[in-house]
C-alpha cells in the first residue's frame, strides 16, 4: 500500500466515526446495486493529524462512502475558501478560470473522479459550449474547487471508493482548514 495511499486511509479512519452495520431483516431484499458514478458532497478539507498533510473529504450520496483525498496546501485553501462562503478580495485561479468560461460562453456541467492507479486520483472536468460537451483531464483538487464555485455536482466513480477502501458511515464532526 503506498504512502498516499495510507496517510488517506488513516485520515478517514481518524475522521469517521464508525457505525454498527445491522442484520437483514429476514426476507428482506437487497435493492440492486447501482452502478457507475454518484454524486458526493464534499464534507470539508481537515489536516491529519498525524501527517500535517490537508485532506479533502467526500462522501457518496447514494452509499454514504468516504474518500479522503491528501492535497497540497494551496489546493486546500482553493476548496476550503468558497466551501466555507469566503470570497478572497482577488479573484483565485479558479475563479479566473469560471469568469473566462462565462466570458468564452463556456459553462462547466460536472467534474468526475474518474480513478485511482498508482496512488494518483484522476478526474475529468465536463464543460459545454456551444451545444457541444468537452471534456478535460484535470487534478482532482481542480476539480472540486470548480464545481463547488460552479455550484455543480461532484461525482465519484464507484471504483474508486473500492480503490481507495472507503468506508460506509458518517464523518466525524471535525474543524474544516
Not at 495511499?5 to 437483514?24: H, P
Not at 452509499?63 to 478580495?89: F, Q, S
Not at 482532482?140 to 461532484?154: E, G
Amino acid at each position: 500500500m503506498g504512502t498516499a495511499r495510507r496517510i488517506g486511509l488513516f485520515g478517514l479512519l481518524s475522521l469517521v466515526l464508525l457505525g454498527g452495520v445491522g442484520a437483514k431483516e429476514k426476507g428482506e431484499v437487497a435493492p440492486p446495486k447501482a452502478t457507475g458514478p454518484q454524486e458526493a458532497e464534499v464534507v470539508g478539507v481537515v489536516i491529519d493529524q498525524r501527517s500535517a498533510q490537508p485532506l479533502v473529504v467526500l462522501q457518496g450520496k447514494r452509499d454514504k462512502r468516504n474518500l479522503a483525498m491528501v492535497i497540497g496546501h494551496a489546493e486546500a485553501n482553493g476548496i476550503a475558501l468558497p466551501l466555507n462562503g469566503i470570497t478572497p478580495p482577488r479573484p483565485l485561479t479558479h475563479d479566473l478560470f469560471l469568469t473566462l468560461f462565462g466570458r468564452l460562453k463556456v459553462t462547466l456541467t460536472r467534474v468526475v473522479i474518474t480513478d485511482l492507479r498508482d496512488d494518483i486520483y484522476y478526474a475529468t472536468v465536463y464543460l459545454s459550449a456551444g451545444g457541444s460537451e468537452l471534456t478535460l483531464d484535470s487534478r482532482p483538487s481542480d476539480a472540486i474547487a470548480l464545481a463547488i464555485r460552479a455550484k455543480v455536482p461532484v461525482l465519484v466513480e464507484d471504483r474508486v471508493f473500492d480503490k481507495a477502501g472507503g468506508l460506509p458511515s458518517r464523518p466525524a464532526p471535525s474543524p474544516h482548514f
